[in-house]
């Protein structure tokens, strides 16, 4: 194929509509066609990159390979067409203006005045076709954060404007992602706020060539002729989006909608092959047809918002469609964890999965939820703080180092099992002074990891600060908890096990960042199937 061509999605009439979900469903059915498609996240925000961003304003952090913390959108893009993502894909405002305003100091203006139009428009533009011009993607999905007609977003839409004037209709358009708000009292779909939703965007210069419409109720003929009209796309463009009770039907919802049709009629590109959806189909099929269902705790501390563990729950689907198990997960929050209430509220749980996070609220809990599954023999997966709990739990209750902490929690503790790495220790600006991205692990034998695995070397992500400190690990070793992943470069503990205990695992890293629904994660497919042995030996 020639030039990459550019799709941008853009958001109208209220935020959450699922813009990324319906890029990536989009992009998989023009993989699923053979196209190489890749999708791109514009933020509008001032951070530089989701990283410090609290977890209950922006739902998690997502890992790229190369360390990028991105929005989860990219989780999704991931999970979808079963590719990496990277830095590239997700670019914030913050970003923009920090590289302009670096350039500006280098000198690279000339004594130019900056200005927004056509410095910011201009590096936006560019960040669009970094991916472009690798040659390595037939089509470029651009989802641009934000609802058209925020003030921060208007760089975004100009830049889209030029891109669109410069590259012309065959190879860049814009599908409207917006709400049929549903008025109960009148019996009726709306499409108001849709005009006028295209036409904010009308007034910054860019016609939309398809709308997508989110709705609970189906779009009648006369409902897609009226928004056709004063939209004023073609009728085959209005596509329905309606309420669907997982995101993975939404390919199909929109195969059926001839989403992808359209867009590769508008691009000029073939539409000869039809989309080939045989393995998702068949996942489809495993995940809404269980066998089983089990119970799993979620313990952590921002339960109350599910974005903050998106990853995770979107891991346990994979491996539950894999199983064939329904996992339910019961969000526990670890505050709520104490002496009292710990038999009343894990006694029903079939295996438990103490969750990443950062400082000190809640850490009681979280050690108390180890040890209840260290002691009752359920299922235990602790991931990166999970992980450290466990170590944390173990110190205290089988070592006898009463006062075992990390260091994050308390640096003046005499058993510093959790702590940071000697070179860290001077850095205090929080931004970007983790441990970021994909790291090689090397796996015992004869460890459940290796059998879990099938690999002497694994490469998982990482986002972290802190370590399990070294100098208690053969005290922990002759006590029973074994570390069976290490890194190979550095010696740093990245898998903690308790041979003794059925399935009892502690990973530094984040598996549930590079679980898709092609490659379900293997811990993850491993742990599902260790807890659905216990639920079935307790019935
Ligand atoms: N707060 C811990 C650390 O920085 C764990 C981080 C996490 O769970 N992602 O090491």
Redesign the pocket.
């Given at each position: 194929m020639g030039n990459t061509k550019y799709i941008f999605v853009t958001g109208g009439v209220s935020s959450s509509l699922g813009k990324g979900i319906i890029a990536a469903s989009l992009a998989k059915l023009l993989q699923a066609r053979g196209y190489r498609v890749t999708i791109q996240k514009l933020d509008p925000y001032i951070n530089v990159d989701p990283g410090t961003l609290n977890p209950y304003e922006h739902g998690e952090c997502y890992v790229t390979e190369d360390g990028a913390e991105t929005d989860l959108d990219l989780g999704h893009y991931e999970r979808f067409l079963n590719q990496n993502t990277s830095q590239a894909n997700n670019v914030t405002t913050g970003r923009i203006y920090q590289s302009v305003i670096e350039k500006e100091r280098r000198g690279e203006f000339l004594g130019k005045t900056v200005q927004v139009v056509p410095h910011i428009t201009n590096e936006i533009k560019e960040r669009i076709q970094l991916l472009g011009k690798t040659g390595d993607f037939d089509i470029v999905i651009t989802e641009i954060g934000g609802t058209v007609g925020d003030i921060e977003s208007l760089p975004y839409i100009e830049a889209v404007r030029q891109m669109k004037w410069e590259m012309g209709d065959d190879n860049a358009l814009v599908i409207h992602l917006t709400l049929i708000p549903y008025l109960s009292a009148a019996a009726e779909l709306k499409t108001k706020p849709t005009q006028h939703s295209v036409k904010t965007l009308m007034e910054s210069g860019i016609r939309a060539d398809i709308l997508v419409c989110r709705t609970e109720h189906e779009l009648s003929e006369d409902l897609r002729t009226k928004l056709a009209l004063f939209c004023n796309v073609k009728q085959e463009a209005v596509i329905q989006s309606i309420d669907a009770s997982t995101i993975y039907d939404v390919p199909n919802m929109m195969l059926e909608e001839g989403l992808d049709t359209v867009t590769l009629k508008k691009l000029g590109l073939k539409d000869t092959t039809k989309p080939d959806l045989k393995q998702w189909n068949e996942f489809l099929k495993r995940h809404k047809n269980p066998k089983a269902e089990v119970q799993i705790g979620l313990i952590g501390k921002y339960v109350e918002l599910q974005d903050s563990y998106k990853s995770i729950l979107e891991a346990f689907i994979h491996a539950g469609a894999e199983n064939e198990v329904r996992v339910k997960v019961q969000y526990i929050h670890s505050e709520h964890i104490n002496s009292n209430t710990i038999g009343k509220k894990l006694s029903k749980l079939d295996g438990i999965l103490v969750?990443?996070?950062?400082?000190e609220r809640g850490v009681k809990g979280k050690v108390a939820a180890v040890q209840y599954a260290r002691e009752n023999n359920l299922p235990f997966l602790g991931?990166?703080?999970?992980?450290?709990m466990a170590v944390i739990e173990f110190a205290r209750n089988v070592l006898n180092l009463e006062d075992a902490n990390?260091a994050?929690m308390d640096d003046k503790t005499k058993h510093p099992v959790?702590s940071?790495m000697e070179d860290q220790k001077n850095i205090t600006n929080l931004g970007g002074t983790?441990?970021l991205g994909s790291w090689k692990c090397e796996v015992k034998k004869d460890s459940l990891a290796s059998k879990i695995y099938k690999s002497d070397i694994i490469e998982e992500r990482?986002?972290?600060?802190?370590?399990f400190n070294n100098k208690y690990l053969e005290q922990f070793e002759t006590a029973g908890m074994i570390a069976t992943g290490v890194n190979p470069d550095t010696g740093l503990v990245e898998i903690v096990e308790v041979p003794s205990h059925p399935w009892f695992m502690g990973v530094?890293y984040?598996p549930e960042y590079k679980s898709t629904v092609a490659n379900p994660h293997p811990l993850f497919v491993a742990f599902v199937k260790a807890v659905n042995e216990h639920a079935t030996k307790k019935k």
């Amino acid at each position: 194929m020639g030039n990459t061509k550019y799709i941008f999605v853009t958001g109208g009439v209220s935020s959450s509509l699922g813009k990324g979900i319906i890029a990536a469903s989009l992009a998989k059915l023009l993989q699923a066609r053979g196209y190489r498609v890749t999708i791109q996240k514009l933020d509008p925000y001032i951070n530089v990159d989701p990283g410090t961003l609290n977890p209950y304003e922006h739902g998690e952090c997502y890992v790229t390979e190369d360390g990028a913390e991105t929005d989860l959108d990219l989780g999704h893009y991931e999970r979808f067409l079963n590719q990496n993502t990277s830095q590239a894909n997700n670019v914030t405002t913050g970003r923009i203006y920090q590289s302009v305003i670096e350039k500006e100091r280098r000198g690279e203006f000339l004594g130019k005045t900056v200005q927004v139009v056509p410095h910011i428009t201009n590096e936006i533009k560019e960040r669009i076709q970094l991916l472009g011009k690798t040659g390595d993607f037939d089509i470029v999905i651009t989802e641009i954060g934000g609802t058209v007609g925020d003030i921060e977003s208007l760089p975004y839409i100009e830049a889209v404007r030029q891109m669109k004037w410069e590259m012309g209709d065959d190879n860049a358009l814009v599908i409207h992602l917006t709400l049929i708000p549903y008025l109960s009292a009148a019996a009726e779909l709306k499409t108001k706020p849709t005009q006028h939703s295209v036409k904010t965007l009308m007034e910054s210069g860019i016609r939309a060539d398809i709308l997508v419409c989110r709705t609970e109720h189906e779009l009648s003929e006369d409902l897609r002729t009226k928004l056709a009209l004063f939209c004023n796309v073609k009728q085959e463009a209005v596509i329905q989006s309606i309420d669907a009770s997982t995101i993975y039907d939404v390919p199909n919802m929109m195969l059926e909608e001839g989403l992808d049709t359209v867009t590769l009629k508008k691009l000029g590109l073939k539409d000869t092959t039809k989309p080939d959806l045989k393995q998702w189909n068949e996942f489809l099929k495993r995940h809404k047809n269980p066998k089983a269902e089990v119970q799993i705790g979620l313990i952590g501390k921002y339960v109350e918002l599910q974005d903050s563990y998106k990853s995770i729950l979107e891991a346990f689907i994979h491996a539950g469609a894999e199983n064939e198990v329904r996992v339910k997960v019961q969000y526990i929050h670890s505050e709520h964890i104490n002496s009292n209430t710990i038999g009343k509220k894990l006694s029903k749980l079939d295996g438990i999965l103490v969750a990443p996070g950062f400082g000190e609220r809640g850490v009681k809990g979280k050690v108390a939820a180890v040890q209840y599954a260290r002691e009752n023999n359920l299922p235990f997966l602790g991931i990166c703080l999970g992980m450290q709990m466990a170590v944390i739990e173990f110190a205290r209750n089988v070592l006898n180092l009463e006062d075992a902490n990390s260091a994050e929690m308390d640096d003046k503790t005499k058993h510093p099992v959790i702590s940071m790495m000697e070179d860290q220790k001077n850095i205090t600006n929080l931004g970007g002074t983790m441990r970021l991205g994909s790291w090689k692990c090397e796996v015992k034998k004869d460890s459940l990891a290796s059998k879990i695995y099938k690999s002497d070397i694994i490469e998982e992500r990482h986002r972290h600060r802190y370590e399990f400190n070294n100098k208690y690990l053969e005290q922990f070793e002759t006590a029973g908890m074994i570390a069976t992943g290490v890194n190979p470069d550095t010696g740093l503990v990245e898998i903690v096990e308790v041979p003794s205990h059925p399935w009892f695992m502690g990973v530094q890293y984040h598996p549930e960042y590079k679980s898709t629904v092609a490659n379900p994660h293997p811990l993850f497919v491993a742990f599902v199937k260790a807890v659905n042995e216990h639920a079935t030996k307790k019935k």
